[in-house]
């Protein structure tokens, strides 16, 4: 199970439409910690994707107003050799504690990634991780955690661009190592392992949520913009979508029992008269 948003054909979104929709999910984001806070919940929240697939700026876009005692930012370096061999391990310390929200800057799933096309992780290690991350991630919800897995899609030509941009930078050269420069070459390699991880770890009780990032802007908006209207708190609002949000199909509802997800705005407005929640 994979959702997707591909908001290719927006090419543009100016500045004050930028504004004004941030400062509303912001909002909303400040009330869905609050609720974190007040009921003791753990929240993970993953963001994968090639470089300059734009998952950092996104994390601080989240994060922006968030109280910062009960928040982290998680990225962790090259591992030890005691942490390659023990994975879910070194993955399982960081994880967030009762009332907190864990930002993944990058995360377990590297071994789904960047290992396999670096050579970094064994043909074993890798395919022991395939098999064992739902049972893992499944076993953390059973204890309370709550997972979201996002996987920000550029293509090739706009990593070239960023990546070029990125190294004339004054400002921002040192993010791009020798590492990326050597990854961005084995394109097709990524691509293939990125299938491999969404085909086998993608399920419908953990799945991967797609956003399109050639778009950062865009991007920043859909990802918050999904995550807030699938997530339950107290003083929820969900203003009516602007213009160029109306097409998505992310909202659910449940109706005696039963869910119906991947609603329009305008399908959520009707049917959550009915709501379960209402």
Not at 43 to 70: M, N, W
Not at 213 to 222: E, L, P, Y
Not at 223 to 240: D, E, G, P, S, W
């Amino acid at each position: 199970m994979i959702t997707e948003f591909n908001l290719g054909e927006y090419k543009s979104l100016d500045s004050k439409t930028y504004a004004l929709e941030k400062r509303r999910l912001q909002i909303e984001m400040l009330k869905f910690q609050e609720d974190v806070i007040k009921n003791k919940r753990k929240i993970c929240i993953v963001f994968e994707g090639r470089d300059t697939a734009g998952k950092s700026s996104t994390i601080k876009f989240f994060s922006e107003h968030l109280r910062p005692a009960h928040y982290r930012y998680i990225s962790l370096g090259i591992p030890t050799k005691w942490e390659s061999s023990h994975w879910f391990q070194r993955w399982s310390k960081p994880m967030p504690k009762s009332g907190e929200i864990c930002f993944f800057d990058r995360s377990w799933y590297t071994r789904a990634l960047t290992e396999p096309v670096m050579g970094y992780c064994s043909k074993k290690q890798y395919l022991t991780f395939m098999e064992r991350v739902i049972p893992w991630e499944l076993d953390l919800k059973n204890q309370g955690y709550e997972i979201i897995k996002f996987y920000f899609s550029l293509n090739q030509e706009q990593q070239k661009k960023r990546m070029k941009a990125r190294k004339s930078s004054e400002l921002k050269y040192w993010k791009l190592s020798e590492n990326d420069e050597r990854i961005v070459d084995k394109w097709d390699a990524f691509t293939l392992y990125k299938m491999q991880m969404f085909e086998k770890t993608s399920v419908e009780e953990s799945p991967w949520v797609v956003i399109n990032s050639n778009n950062k802007m865009v991007a920043r908006i859909t990802a918050l913009r999904y995550f807030i209207t699938n997530q339950l708190y107290a003083n929820k609002k969900l203003y009516k979508p602007l213009a160029w949000t109306r097409k998505l199909s992310h909202y659910n509802v449940t109706i005696e029992g039963v869910n119906f997800d991947k609603l329009d705005y305008e399908q959520f407005k009707i049917l959550s008269k009915y709501s379960d929640e209402t």
